[in-house]
């Protein structure tokens, strides 16, 4: 499937001539890292004894009792920092100490992969500088708070929709000014080669584990996985784990807006088509000119108008199916599965949960197995949760 950085057509490298150096540099010690025994398992360490590997493979009872359904989750909120993004940052921080680097610059929508920098920065004695575009510092205030007490700069982009679209832009332009000492730490399946595999690989223990969980607890393969899509990374890496097997359905959940039907800002899976962006051949959501569309999501992590390429060659190829959920439906899944459950998910991964719901209510899936990857927590996005349902805290 992938040769030199490609999934089919997608994928690849296209950057400023500046910026190949850094590409090939980076490249060649992340397939030096992989290879290297002493590398792997000083990461599989951070994972366990820093992370708090591996994550549980939880059986939602109340809620399978509710659908007809056996439902579980994947349970990568319990981990250090309140999501999967600390499995990355692991990963690239030990890669850029490797590579003598000083410094991580990152970009962050709902702010998990800035903290996440920001504390494998801190653990591993290397200065960070956060992008986060204005609109989502505003509303990810406790992130960018827990950040800084990290030790991180958190620079504001006011500039464009000031999301996360707008944070990569100027995280680039930094990395180039900076590319002696810099790595930038790209916290998606995006960007180019080889940010999109190396994003997964280290993001693959999801799915490794997941894979091995439920074969001990069922005895058989999952019928369905489902993982919310922004960049990608939850998804690919809970994905990477079943990808193989053909008879296992992979549904990624997208953000669809205020409205699936109207909101054209959102979704770039369902409504995109080819374009380069941030790097790499991917789906992007443009207008007939070619520019690149602004989002919108109540959900920062899912505000980004691209997707990593291999989520791409996943749809066009058919082994993936991508579906939209709009705000209302996400926030509706947060209050069921705190109901049912006791567990408050992240927006993000509400998503998720709520096309879990519609998907199991379909006649034709009563009884089956389910996968759902509960991306992170969300103790970040009480403020927002309480906002959308006009709840004063």
């Not at 505003?138 to 620079?155: D, H, I, P, Y």
């Not at 074969?215 to 960049?231: F, H, M, S, Y």
């Amino acid at each position: 499937m992938m040769q030199k950085g490609k999934f089919g057509k997608y994928g690849g490298v296209f950057v400023p001539e500046l910026l190949i150096p850094a590409i090939e540099e980076l490249e060649q010690a992340y397939y030096e890292c992989i290879n290297n025994k002493e590398f792997l398992e000083e990461y599989n360490e951070y994972l366990r004894e820093f992370a708090g590997r591996p994550t549980g493979l939880y059986y939602a009872a109340n809620l399978s009792e509710q659908l007809g359904c056996k439902i579980y989750l994947k349970r990568e909120d319990m981990l250090h920092t309140g999501a999967h993004k600390i499995n990355n940052t692991i990963g690239q921080g030990l890669l850029a100490k490797y590579m003598g680097k000083t410094k991580l610059i990152a970009e962050t929508g709902a702010g998990q992969h800035g903290i996440a920098t920001a504390v494998i920065g801190a653990k591993l004695g290397l200065d960070v500088k956060i992008y986060m575009g204005s609109k989502d510092v505003e509303r990810q205030k406790l992130n960018v708070f827990r950040m800084e007490l990290s030790g991180a700069e958190v620079v504001p982009v006011d500039i464009g929709s000031k999301t996360l679209k707008d944070s990569i832009n100027e995280a680039f332009r930094d990395w180039v000014a900076n590319l002696d000492t810099t790595h930038y730490l790209i916290g998606t399946t995006m960007g180019p080669h080889p940010y999109p595999s190396m994003v997964k690989f280290f993001q693959s223990v999801i799915g490794t584990e997941a894979r091995e969980q439920i074969l001990e607890i069922e005895g058989k393969l999952p019928d369905t996985v489902i993982a919310c899509v922004g960049g990608g990374s939850n998804s690919m890496g809970i994905f990477s784990g079943f990808v193989d097997d053909e008879d296992v359905e992979l549904i990624g959940v997208e953000a669809g807006g205020v409205s699936v039907e109207t909101d054209e800002n959102g979704a770039t899976l369902t409504k995109g088509r080819d374009g380069i962006l941030h790097g790499s051949l991917s789906i992007v959501l443009q207008d007939e000119e070619g520019q690149i569309q602004d989002t919108s999501s109540v959900s920062a992590g899912l505000d980004y108008p691209g997707v990593g390429p291999e989520h791409a060659y996943l749809k066009t190829s058919g082994r993936a199916k991508y579906v939209p959920i709009t705000n209302d439906e996400a926030l509706d899944a947060f209050q069921l599965l705190c109901q049912t459950e006791g567990i408050i998910p992240a927006l993000e991964s509400s998503h998720a949960v709520a096309y879990a719901v519609k998907y199991a209510k379909m006649p034709e899936n009563k009884g089956k197995t389910i996968i759902v990857n509960l991306s992170g927590r969300g103790d970040k996005d009480m403020f927002t949760v309480a906002k959308e349902l006009g709840v004063e805290i």
